[in-house]
């Protein structure tokens, strides 16, 4: 355990020590700004305008503002995940760190553990920037807050099966850029399948559709929990470290 | 120590180690050497449990590599090649951070850092960024890494190379110090490192053990026989000359060797201990040839591990 912790700590401070952390949380911040403040626009914009028009049903914010800034930062955190992951591995093989870790008495579960642990920290503070947003709704109005916290659990959900996926990637090149463009490529995939699986109706569509890993959001985006969906999630995080696993063994035998 | 056993690693097709046995004990330093692509460091990454052995055994502080890894990693300290260095951080912190990896308990890091540091002279550079540090200053924080947890086995991939003279000679003082608590393997291309720093060698080529012996031994086995080399003049030819040389008592080998303006030459090699200087002179002399010179060429332990490893080249091409 404290191993994993020693990991995870490096790389958070790797994370801190580059311009890449700053970067990533002021461009985030910026962009979840403006859609906060969008969202937030259209929705006193509508609610004036139904209040003209005499209708005065209660708008709920929930549904109007933190639903499509969820959605949008989703989509946002989906281009995250390469420069996060990118250097995970590969930078390690490159330099021959690796060396330093697979001689050191910890398993190789513990390094992986933790670098992904560091990520998944990493892509929390990142959308802890976002909040600042929406956490100023809560001075003018009374938005529950429980739908929120589901929609953030459900976006570090998404963001923790990316970061799997991209830790794995990591392990198979030494060159960061290449294993940085190949998680973005799967990233772009997962959120194109996303609209085209938007209108399937085969079988084949509703598979597509079921492993789209952008689809499962869509009912944290709600506030709802769903098992299916957690599950969904925990299967493809344990899924990407246990490749990740292969892929660090195989290295081993290979080199 | 450590005991390997029948050792064969082959990548692909290749077998970058061969069958390779040896035993290092307690307390000794031990120096490996070989030419490039010998497979010195292959051997120390199966020592260090980093590549698993395609066959046979070794075993450090009577653990087995394969099947108690975890034991033998937190027996060893080990300095790669290419030191395993973070340049995005500083000497300090990177230490820290191996300490902790290898298990040093939180109340002891402090300690043993400051102790560590004081050993490789690193002190004064504690907070610089390790990427900011010269190439001798990095190997010598890659040595502090290797021992921070005071291992019983220290594995070190040529641990001078890159460092001028003067470092050298410190490094290779730290390394002779460290000897005694700790069991040393290091691996070296260079002759007077081995004999500087080492009790025994084992010398590997190809993959092959070709010859293991204390250094003392292999020196005077080595300085025991003499090579000399004859230049010489109004010879009909070289084969005669040869066949005459050869007749000499004393002689184990002569080589003809290319010589300049028109004078001929070769080197002859004698047996174990004998002299024979003065018998040469007298053969070249009485024969009517013109002798020019004759001088000892002392069997450099260069020489022989040139020898040692090029003969195994030849005998591995058959
Ligand atoms: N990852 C690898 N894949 C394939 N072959 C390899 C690999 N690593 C080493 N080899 C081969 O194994 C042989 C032994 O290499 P090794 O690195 O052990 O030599 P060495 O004695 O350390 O040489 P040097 O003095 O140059 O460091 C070489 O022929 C090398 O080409
Ligand atoms: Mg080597």
Known sequence: ?255 | MIKVEGLTKRYARMAAVDNVSFEVAKGQIVGFLGPNGAGKTTTMRVLTCFLPATEGRAEVAGYDVTTQPMEVKRRIGYLPETPPLYPDMEVCEYLEFVGRLKGVPKSNLKQRLDEVAERCSIADVKTKLIGKLSKGYRQRVGLAQAIIHNPDVLILDEPTSGLDPKQIIETRDLIKSLAGDHTIILSTHILPEVEAVCERVIIINKGKVVATDTVDNLTHRLRGSEAVTVELTGAPGADDVQRKLELVSGVSRVVAKEGRGGMLKFEVESLQGRQIRPDLARAVVESGWQLHELHSAAFSLEEVFIELTSSQAAGGAQ
């Open chain 1, 1 to 255: 355990m404290s191993s994993i912790w020693v990991i995870c700590r490096k790389e958070l401070k790797g994370y801190f020590a580059s311009p890449i952390a700053y970067g990533l949380m002021v461009f985030f911040a910026v962009i979840a700004g403006y859609f906060s403040f969008m969202a937030t626009a259209i929705f006193v914009q509508r609610g004036m305008e139904s209040q003209m028009m005499g209708r005065g049903m209660p708008m709920d914010l929930n549904e109007w503002v933190i639903r499509p800034v969820l959605m949008n930062v989703s989509v946002i955190g989906l281009f995250m995940i390469p420069m996060i992951t990118m250097r995970l591995f590969a930078e390690e093989k490159r330099s021959g760190t690796i060396e330093l870790l697979t001689t050191s008495p910890v398993t190789d579960l513990q390094v992986i553990l933790g670098k992904w642990l560091a990520s998944v920290l990493m892509y929390g503070a990142v959308l802890g920037v976002s909040l600042i947003g929406l956490v100023a709704l809560f001075a003018w109005g009374k938005p529950d807050w429980k739908p929120m916290l589901i929609g953030y659990l459900g976006l570090l959900l998404q963001g923790g099966s990316l970061l799997a996926i991209g830790t794995f990637i990591s392990t198979c090149t030494r060159n960061q850029i290449v294993a940085g463009v190949a998680t973005f490529a799967i990233c772009l995939l997962l959120w194109v399948l996303d609209w085209v699986t938007a209108f399937a109706t085969s079988t084949g569509g509703k598979v597509i559709s079921y492993l789209s890993v952008v689809q499962h959001f869509e009912g944290f985006s709600k506030g709802v929990l769903d098992t299916k969906d957690l599950i969904f999630y925990l299967s493809v995080i344990f899924f990407g470290l246990f490749l990740t696993s292969r892929s660090m063994e195989s290295l081993r035998w290979r080199s």
